[in-house]
C-alpha cells in the first residue's frame, strides 16, 4: 500500500472508530450480534482491558492454585462463551438494567470462578466435568 493509501485508511479506520464510540451501549450490543468485523475490532480493543482487569482480580484471590496460564485460559474461554450458543450472553444484555462495562465485568467474573473451581478440581484429583 502506499503512503497516501495508508493515511486514507488510518482516517477511515478513525472515522469508524468515532463513529462506534457514539453507539449507545444497547445499539453497540445489537451490532456486535452481526459478523462485521470493524464492530467487533473495535469492542475488543475497548473492553479488553476491562474483562482482563475483572479476570485477573478474581483468579488473583486464588494465586496459589494458578498456572502462569490461567489468566490467559480465562480469557480465552470468556471469549468462547461470549460467542457460545450464537452470542446468547450478547442476547441477554439489557442496558436498561445494567451497563455494558458492568454486564461484561459479571461476565468475565463468572469465567474467573469456573476457572478457578476447575483448576481446584484438577488439584484435588476429582475428574473434571
Not at 482516517?11 to 470493524?38: I, P
Not at 483468579?59 to 461470549?82: H, M, P, T, Y
Amino acid at each position: 500500500m502506499t503512503n497516501s493509501a495508508n493515511a486514507i485508511k488510518t482516517v477511515v479506520d478513525a472515522q469508524v472508530a468515532a463513529e462506534l464510540a457514539a453507539l449507545d451501549e444497547g445499539e453497540l450490543a445489537r451490532r456486535l450480534l452481526t459478523n462485521d468485523r470493524e464492530v467487533w475490532a473495535f469492542f475488543v480493543e475497548k473492553y479488553t482491558p476491562l474483562i482482563k482487569f475483572q479476570i485477573g482480580r478474581t483468579l488473583n484471590r486464588r494465586r496459589k492454585i494458578l498456572s502462569s496460564d490461567s489468566a490467559q485460559d480465562a480469557l480465552g474461554e470468556f471469549w468462547v462463551r461470549l460467542l457460545d450458543h450464537d452470542r446468547g450472553w450478547l442476547r441477554r444484555f439489557d442496558p436498561s438494567k445494567r451497563t455494558l462495562e458492568e454486564w461484561l465485568s459479571a461476565l468475565a467474573w463468572d469465567v474467573a470462578m469456573k476457572h478457578l473451581r476447575r483448576l481446584q478440581r484438577n488439584r484435588s484429583g476429582k475428574p473434571l466435568r
